[in-house]
């Protein structure tokens, strides 16, 4: 079946560091591929996305980059702020088939960034 | 614009009674999914409703179950409650089965937890 794999967590980082998340996945084809947040007290939204290889998604200064041949797509950010703390989540879904629909999720990061 | 909203937000159950979940979608969105989240774990999907019908459904024992009314709003039913059911539950709406930017929109969740 389809699964995602993200790196092991927390991540502590000073403000102004450099993050990078890695993630990988296991899937039949070539799925699309998202970054959600999960921000204290509210619910998952979306950060990113991409959708087929070589594609670069970015947001709020986050970027990942769809890598087919290490079915990878590591969350980075060149400077962290104290309010990028949150959990980070890496998905994957399909447009088709019987995981027409289905969000697959990593376990999650959680990442906290100090002043 | 009100986003999806759920109730209740807390609940505790003993094992082997009922529960009842609810999910108020995003305004203008018809398509309601559930998804269970353990604690330290990412989010499993359960099932996904949509024109008042279950259209997909992961890996749950039958003891899940839901229902999608015409204002598009959603129950999630769990019957004979184990311990292992202690989790957050998940909605998520969107418009269609899956929206074309791939984007589900998330409430906070019910958090339950079984005795």
């Known amino acids: 079946g389809n699964s995602v794999t993200q790196m092991e967590g927390p991540v502590t980082l000073s403000e102004e560091a450099f993050l990078t998340i890695n993630c990988t996945y296991t899937?039949?084809?070539?799925?699309?591929l998202f970054w959600y947040v999960q921000y204290p007290g509210e619910g998952l939204q979306l950060l990113l996305k991409?959708?087929?290889?070589?594609d670069k998604g970015s947001n709020k200064g986050f970027e990942a980059t769809y890598r087919k041949e290490t079915t990878s797509f590591h969350l980075e950010k060149g400077s962290v702020q104290v309010s990028d703390s949150a959990v980070y989540f890496c998905?994957?879904?399909?447009?088709?088939?019987?995981?027409?629909?289905?969000?697959?999720f990593g376990q999650g990061t959680i990442l906290t960034v100090h002043p | 614009d009100a986003g999806v909203t759920q109730s209740p937000t807390h609940l505790i159950k003993t094992r082997g009674q009922q529960v009842t979940l609810r999910c108020s979608p995003k305004?203008?969105?018809?398509?309601v999914s559930w998804y269970q989240q353990a604690l330290g774990q990412g989010p499993q999907f359960i099932f996904q409703?949509?024109?008042?019908?279950?259209?997909q459904r992961g890996n749950f024992p039958d003891r899940f179950s839901g229902h999608q009314f015409p204002n598009y709003s959603s129950e999630l039913n769990v019957n004979a409650l184990l311990l292992g059911d202690s989790a957050l539950y998940l909605c998520?709406?969107?418009?269609?089965?899956?929206?074309?930017?791939?984007?589900?929109?998330f409430g906070e969740g019910s958090r339950l937890t079984v005795l």
């Open positions: 998520a709406s969107s418009l269609g089965q899956f929206a074309n930017t791939g984007e589900l929109f």
């Open positions: 899937a039949t084809g070539y799925p699309s």
């Open positions: 991409a959708t087929k290889a070589d």
């Open positions: 998905a994957l879904t399909f447009s088709g088939g019987t995981s027409y629909g289905k969000l697959t």
């Open positions: 305004s203008g969105h018809d398509t």
């Open positions: 409703y949509y024109e008042e019908e279950e259209r």
